[in-house]
C-alpha cells in the first residue's frame, strides 16, 4: 500500500460507471448525475470518466476495460478517490468486490460510494459495506432463480425461447415454433454438404451456388452454417438438449437456496464483531 496516498491527491477523483445489459435501473446519465452532485458537495474534482457498457455485476477485473482503465487513471491524475453512483455499481459478488477494493487501495486511492453508505474507515463503516455488498450479491441470486423458473416453465410449455432459428417459423400462437419446409430443405442440403467433410465455408459457398440465401436474401456465413447445423435435429442434439435441461435445473436449486443466505450471512458477520 502506498505511503500516504491521500495527502496530496483527496480532492482529485476517477468516476466509474457500470451499466449491464439486464440492469436498466441507473443509467449511465443517472450515475453520472448522481456522482456530479456529490462532487460539488464534497468540493472534488473529477478528473476523469470511465465506463464499462454491458458489462455483467459479476464480471472479474480482467472482463472490464473500464475499470481497469479507471485503475489506471487513478495513477495518472494521482487521484485519491474512486467514485461510483451507488456500491453495487462495482459488483453483485463479495468476492469481487472485495478484489476491486484492494485494487483501489493499491493504486493509492479508496473507494468511495456518492449516496454514501458505508464511506468511512471504521469497524462499523467495513461491517455496513460487507452487509451491502451480501445483499447486492443476494439480489443477484433471486433475479437469477427467478429467470431459471421462468425459462423452464416456457420450455416445459414447448414455448419459444429466444430468437427463431433458422429451419422454422413462429406458430399463429405467436409462441410455439413449427416447421418451415423452405428453411428445412436448405437445413437438410447443408447438414448433407457437412458429411462430405466441407469445411463450413465451403459448404456456404455451395448453398449460395445452389441459390440457397439466409432470410435476409443474402449469403450464408460460416458462423451461420454453424448455428444452423447445430439446432437442426441429428446425432448428438438430443443429449445436449439434455445436458442443457440439467444445468438449468441446477442452477435453480443452486439459487433457490438462496433465500437463506441473509441468515447465514448476518450470523457471518455478527460472528466477526469484536466482543
Known amino acids: 500500500m502506498p505511503k500516504h496516498p491521500f495527502r496530496r491527491t483527496r480532492c482529485t477523483a476517477v468516476a466509474y460507471l457500470r451499466a449491464s445489459k439486464d440492469e436498466q435501473r441507473l443509467s449511465r446519465h443517472a450515475q453520472r448525475t448522481s456522482i456530479e452532485s456529490w462532487a460539488t458537495r464534497e468540493g472534488v474534482r473529477v478528473a476523469a470518466w470511465c465506463t464499462d457498457q454491458g458489462v455483467r455485476s459479476v464480471s472479474p477485473i480482467a472482463e472490464r476495460p473500464g475499470l481497469r482503465e479507471a485503475l489506471a487513471a487513478i495513477r495518472e491524475h494521482r487521484a485519491g478517490v474512486l467514485v461510483v453512483a451507488r456500491r453495487d455499481r462495482i459488483a453483485r459478488d463479495v ?3 472485495a478484489l476491486v477494493d484492494r485494487a483501489v487501495t493499491t493504486a493509492g486511492a479508496r473507494l468511495v460510494s ?7 474507515d471504521s469497524p462499523a463503516d467495513a461491517f455496513i459495506r460487507t452487509v451491502i455488498d451480501g445483499a447486492a450479491q443476494y439480489e443477484h441470486g433471486l433475479i437469477r432463480a427467478r429467470t431459471c423458473a421462468a425459462l423452464a416453465a416456457k420450455r416445459a410449455r414447448g414455448e419459444r425461447i429466444g430468437s427463431v432459428p433458422f429451419g422454422f417459423a413462429l406458430d399463429a400462437d405467436g ?5 418451415d419446409e ?6 437438410a442440403r447443408a447438414r448433407k ?15 449460395a451456388a445452389e441459390g440457397h440465401v439466409s432470410r435476409t436474401k443474402r449469403r450464408f456465413l460460416a458462423e451461420q452454417i454453424a448455428r444452423m447445423l447445430d439446432r437442426a435435429p441429428g446425432p448428438g442434439r438430443a443429449r445436449r438438449l439434455d ?5 438449468e435445473e441446477f442452477c435453480f436449486s443452486r439459487y433457490e437456496r438462496a433465500a437463506d443466505l441473509p441468515r447465514h450471512l448476518v450470523g457471518f458477520l455478527y460472528s466477526r464483531l469484536p466482543r
Open 182 to 187: 423452405r428453411e428445412q430443405a436448405t437445413v
Open 243 to 247: 445436458i442443457s435441461r440439467r444445468s
Open 95 to 97: 468476492v469481487v468486490a
Open 175 to 179: 409462441a410455439r415454433l413449427v416447421a
Open 114 to 120: 456518492a449516496s454514501g453508505e458505508g464511506n468511512g
Open 193 to 207: 454438404l457437412r458429411s462430405y467433410g466441407l469445411s463450413l465455408r465451403a459448404v456456404a459457398a455451395r448453398l
